[in-house]
């Protein structure tokens, strides 16, 4: 007798597919198991990034442990406050699985394709004194200036997606001239005052090494474009750029020509002016109009092993948008082969790190934190951007499909929310939330 031929239907059911996404998140567990030195921590750490990924009203710690089946938050307090693991290693180990993860084989945004390294920073609503870096300060993304916590984050862009893959959290000077505030905080005594630039330096130093080879783009906002000592950074590391800086940014020595928005409105014909398309987003694709030149600069060859650099103006508009006061500015640095329209493709993905800051906080938690210590801070952040990280792969492992079992618009969230009911099952019905204190000796209240 001989044995039927397999039928497999070709048809997969949404649960299929979110059986397939959860059996990805079990192997992604199993393999950063490593950083955590103990069975029970490894535990701790899978429920906590399960939980980071569930339909959950608010991931802060008493939810996390309903969902995980504890009847206590004290499992996942230990887990960001007294524990022994590496936050750093954690952090490596994100770092590599998203470059791995959205790997594009080189069509990337920007000139050379291996893509863009994009920084940027983010607030989180935080009152009181005694959290790590609180203070009242400006951050764009509570619109103004509030008590808040500033994170530096580093995002990788490629044509298959972006996620966040490093952190930083920026203390004002009032905290770091308190050292008994910063030990109180369980700030490290090395810690000093360093300015959002150095500390976007910091990371692309340790970030650089783990990129592809080809061309790396950096794109940045106005707070590290300005800063002449960050761009010299990057030029000193052969690494080119496209960063934002305001409007009388000196970019000649001649007088009445310095400031950037002043030489454009005397030079820059209507005619001048290019519409090109800054690259995909949300909304298919973004056409600006561009005024780009090269700027006269007297170190012709500014790189190594007879590579020609040149430096560009750029200013973009939005169509017939005629206000000056509404254009954007920008210097770029770069090979000068350069043309303008892969030029424009860099500052074009730098929305990819607000939107990978979107996923993480909206999707992954990043922003229900209630940790106060430093570490503290740390370790939830980096979780969290291993849950987001995970959502970006899943993303850009769905457009690579080619059979169209998956498609590119597959959401691996909606796939894993699927999952989430028998989760909460096994973890118990959930109880009402509670009046959330923390352990006597903890630094942070979960």
């Known amino acids: 007798m001989q044995a039927k031929l397999l039928d497999v239907p070709l048809d997969v059911t949404d649960l299929q597919r979110a059986e397939e996404v959860g059996d990805q998140l079990e192997l992604l567990l199993l393999e950063v198991g490593g950083c955590f030195p103990r069975a029970d921590l490894r535990r701790r750490a899978a429920a906590c990034v399960r939980g980071l990924l569930a339909p959950l009203s608010r991931k802060n710690g008493w939810q996390l442990a309903e969902y995980g089946g504890d009847a206590e938050p004290w499992g996942q307090q230990h887990l960001l406050d007294r524990a022994r693991w590496e936050a750093d290693e954690l952090r490596d180990f ?24 994009v920084v940027d920073e983010t607030g989180f609503a935080k009152k009181g004194r005694a959290s790590a870096g609180v203070a009242r300060q400006f951050t764009g993304t509570l619109g103004g200036v509030f008590p808040c916590q500033i994170g530096v984050m ?68 106005e707070v590290y474009g300005r800063d002449g000592a960050f761009r010299a950074f990057l030029e000193e590391r052969q690494l080119p750029y496209v960063v934002n800086v305001p409007s009388d940014q000196t970019v000649l020595p001649r007088p009445g020509w310095r400031h950037l928005a002043r030489l454009i409105e005397r030079v820059a014909a209507d005619e001048d002016w290019v519409q090109l398309s800054a690259g995909p987003s949300q909304l298919d694709s973004r056409w600006w109009q561009w005024w780009v030149r090269r700027l006269p600069d007297p170190e012709a060859l500014i790189g190594t092993g007879g590579q020609d650099w040149a430096r560009w103006v750029i200013a973009r508009r939005r169509p017939r948008e005629e206000d000056p006061s509404k254009r954007d500015y920008y210097l770029a640095w770069g090979p000068e082969q350069t043309t303008v329209e892969e030029l424009v493709q860099v500052p074009g993905a730098r929305w990819r790190v607000e939107e990978g800051i979107k996923l993480a906080k909206s999707a992954a938690g990043m922003a229900d934190y209630e940790v106060r210590s430093w570490h503290g801070w740390y370790r939830h952040v980096t979780l969290a951007q291993l849950a987001a990280a995970f959502l970006a792969a899943q993303a ?39 009046q959330q204190q923390s352990r006597p000796g903890s630094p942070d209240g979960l």
């Open 396 to 434: 850009a492992a769905a457009a690579n499909e080619q059979d169209g079992g998956l498609g590119a618009d597959s959401d691996p969230l909606e796939r894993l929310a699927r999952l989430a009911e028998p989760a909460v099952q096994r973890g118990g019905p959930p109880r009402p939330h509670q």
């Open 94 to 117: 994100v770092r590599r699985y998203v470059v791995a993860g959205l790997n594009d084989g080189g069509s990337g945004p920007g000139p050379g394709g291996a893509g863009v390294l």
């Open 154 to 221: 580093a995002a990788w862009a490629t044509s298959r997606g972006q996620a966040l893959f490093d952190r930083e959290l920026y203390l004002p000077k009032e905290w770091t001239s308190d050292r008994a505030r910063c030990r109180a905080a369980h700030v490290p005594d090395e810690v000093d005052f360093a300015t959002k630039p150095r500390l976007a330096e910091k990371m692309i130093a340790r970030i650089v090494p783990d990129l592809p080879h080809g061309r790396v783009w950096v794109a940045a906002d």
